[in-house]
């Protein structure tokens, strides 16, 4: 069975920084591209990064593009997202999820508030 | 960048009727050389993630009833949910992965009874 699971969230003061992990387990992690998907409070879902099976690709979306990095360990079955100079509008619930449209872990809270 | 755009914004439809979302993309999604959409539809019911239902714009994803049908190519997609029930209260969206990144959403739909 296929399992994902995010840590790492919490309360952060803008301009702060958090690490977001991700364990998985239940597949050949080294195998599948991996990303990381965002949801606002009561908002829609958008797209934050991805990254390929080596590491040796990495994309993000604009409004995180310099402040985030997606990277990962495969010998740890871990995906990581390193996110600095958060902002107010990071707000959300990241989730990490496999290969482009595949499985989705339960998600970590971020809340960047003063 | 591609958007997507969902249509209604929300909907009610009564139990064993026939729910359908409509999904457009500002391009189109259809990779020629190997004909396939990348469009993929989620189901999210509140307070958990979202789950797949329909890949490559068809393509049921395993486990998923059969009520649930995905149609379209290019740049037109439909969601069919082909008798609605009780437990198919959610929000939908479509989404596609096309070539390079950035990938994105399409809003979301709200189903409602």
């Known amino acids: 069975e296929v399992q994902l699971v995010e840590s790492g969230g919490g309360l952060v003061q803008p301009g702060g920084s958090l690490r977001l992990s991700c364990a998985a387990s239940g597949f050949t992690f080294s195998s599948y591209w991996m990303r990381w998907v965002r949801q606002a409070p009561g908002k829609g879902l958008e797209w934050v990064a991805n990254?390929?099976?080596?590491?040796?690709?990495?994309y993000y979306v604009d409004s995180v593009k310099g402040r985030f990095t997606i990277s990962r360990d495969n010998a740890k079955n871990s995906l990581y997202l390193q996110m600095n100079s958060l902002r107010a509008e990071d707000t959300a619930v990241y989730y990490c999820?496999?290969?482009?449209?595949?499985?989705w872990g339960q998600g970590t809270l971020v809340t960047v508030s003063s | 960048d591609i958007v997507m755009t969902q249509s209604p914004d929300s909907l009610a439809v009564s139990l064993g009727e026939r729910a359908t979302i409509n999904c457009k993309s500002s391009?189109?999604?259809?990779?020629?050389?190997?004909?396939?959409?990348?469009l993929a539809w989620f189901q999210q019911k509140s307070g958990q993630p979202p789950k797949l239902l329909i890949y490559?714009?068809?393509t049921r994803e395993s486990g998923v009833p059969d009520r649930f049908s995905g149609s379209g190519s290019g740049t037109d997609f439909t969601l069919t949910i082909s008798s609605l029930q009780a437990e198919d209260v959610a929000v939908y969206y479509c989404?596609?992965?096309?070539?390079?990144?950035?990938?994105?959403f399409g809003q979301g739909t709200k189903l409602e009874i």
């Open positions: 989404h596609q992965y096309y070539g390079t990144p950035p990938y994105s």
């Open positions: 391009q189109s999604v259809l990779y020629s050389s190997n004909n396939k959409n990348y």
């Open positions: 990254i390929k099976e080596d590491g040796s690709e990495k």
């Open positions: 490559w714009a068809s």
């Open positions: 999820a496999r290969g482009l449209v595949g499985d």
